[in-house]
């Protein structure tokens, strides 16, 4: 009784130091926020920020929490989308430069072995020739195994980079939800979050990625030696895909349920807890529940910061090496079509699975990022419609 | 890693048309013996000449294990 009666009063002289601080002050977002500003400035975050910004070579606007902020306090968007879609063309631009160099390799390779098999076919026997075409394919597969190795590895950077964001923007973000008195929700949060995004990623990354390359190795090896193995490619492949789309639809379930559950918890809890506050305590306990809703609901708009911050980070991480992918898709069909007519069908055949599974991985990496996306967009909006 | 073996894909492909050629004209003088010496000899130049872009494959499948 001792102690209730000492937290009573505890918490009648802090809700008063409330009260004066709100009368001596305005309650404007900038002052309540000051000091969750600054913390989250200060977190781990911001210095993740600079290393998502590092990896789109400045083309795209840099993000930053605090022009986000003052974006949104404006009423407007924190980025112009002219802006973003400069950037997003200044990247695709920059692949597109990058990657004609393979294009132009690929191609002069393939037209020099389609050369040397026109000019054995005056001969009546080709012994020779067959080996020349073989070590000519086999220089055509180094430069593209290559490409397609250095592309699943900037896939699996970009989903690591992306367990980074979430895993340093969760902390902050459940911090902000308790803030706006979604406490269930971070408590459910938190946990379901943390597990989901790694094993999403552990999924993408050591089953994935590697069924897409060994099946692409398999196709050009299988050509090369000349027995069936594309049978086996294609079943690598349909389980590379199978596991991204098992791991999405079970991902976007958890996501719903929880995403469901936790604010119907809050809202109870959070009335319930005002209705106390309003009902016996008395004199401040109205004071109290009114300030709290205005801490709460500045708190909001840190959040929603922080959480636009996340969307638009996942956005950054995905749109470099998707773009890149796309290009390089792009390169490998332009050139099978190109050396179609002229060229052996080994050549095509090969160019054609490396653009196949270059499109696999760009699903793979897309479904990595709608996930993360959707749960940034759960996270984002979580903590709505508590106090509506 | 050097990547584009285009000197060596055309030393291939020149090797492979004298070889071809070569061992057309000894089978034409009936000399199908010497032929098949012409072909093989063209085919050890070959994979001679393409042992570093095998050992570049080889090295790309085993290294892929991310």
């Given at each position: 009784m001792k102690v209730l009666a000492a937290g009573l009063l505890a918490g009648a002289l802090l809700l008063l130091g409330i009260g004066a601080a709100r009368a001596a002050a305005p309650l404007t977002p900038a002052a309540t926020l000051s000091p969750a500003y600054g913390a989250v400035q200060s977190s781990p975050l911001s210095s993740y920020l600079q290393e998502v910004n590092k990896e789109t070579s400045g083309s795209l606007p840099g993000l930053d929490i605090g022009q986000v902020i003052a974006g949104m306090a404006h009423g407007?968007?924190?980025?112009s989308p002219s802006a973003l879609a400069g950037g997003v063309w200044r990247l695709l631009a920059g692949d597109l430069l990058s990657e004609s160099r393979l294009l132009g390799q690929l191609l002069a390779l393939g037209v020099i072995a389609a050369l040397l098999e026109l000019l054995a076919?005056?001969?009546?026997?080709q012994e020779v020739s067959r080996f020349g075409t073989a070590a000519a394919y086999l220089a055509l597969a180094v430069l593209a195994l290559d490409a397609f190795y250095q592309a699943a590895q900037l896939v699996e950077h970009s989903v690591g980079l992306m367990v980074g964001l979430m895993q340093s923007i969760l902390p902050v973000v459940t911090t902000l939800l308790v803030g706006v008195g979604a406490v269930m929700t971070a408590g459910l949060f938190h946990p379901l979050m943390i597990v989901a995004i790694n094993v999403i990623a552990m999924l993408v990354r050591s089953l994935v990625i590697p069924a897409l390359i060994a099946g692409v190795v398999l196709d050009v090896i299988g050509q090369l030696a000349g027995f069936k193995l594309s049978g086996i490619a294609t079943l690598l492949r349909q389980v590379g895909l199978w596991t991204t789309g098992a791991a999405l639809t079970l991902f976007v379930g958890l996501i719903a349920v929880y995403g469901a559950a936790g604010p119907v918890m809050d809202g109870v809890a959070l009335r319930s807890g005002k209705f106390l506050a309003n009902t016996f305590i008395p004199v401040v306990g109205k004071l109290f529940s009114d300030a709290a809703e205005a801490v709460f609901g500045s708190t909001y708009l840190l959040k929603d910061a922080v959480g636009l911050v996340g969307l638009l980070g996942v956005a950054y991480i995905v749109v470099v090496p998707l773009l890149k992918l796309l290009v390089l898709i792009l390169v490998f069909r332009l050139a099978a079509a190109v050396l179609?007519?002229?060229?052996g069908k080994s050549i095509v055949d090969a160019l054609n699975a490396f653009a196949t599974s270059l499109a696999h991985l760009a699903m793979a990496l897309g479904a990595a990022g709608i996930m993360f996306f959707l749960s940034m967009t759960i996270v984002f909006a979580a903590g709505r419609g508590i106090w509506g | 890693m050097r990547l584009l073996y285009l000197d060596v894909v055309l030393r291939v492909i020149g090797i492979a048309y004298l070889a071809e050629f070569a061992a057309q004209v000894a089978r034409d003088a009936g000399e199908g013996a010497l032929a098949q010496k012409v072909e093989l000899g063209g085919k050890v130049l070959i994979l001679v000449l393409a042992v570093p872009i095998v050992g570049a494959l080889v090295q790309l499948v085993l290294g892929v294990g991310l």
């Open positions: 407007g968007g924190p980025y076919e005056g001969f009546e026997r179609a007519p002229i060229g | -």
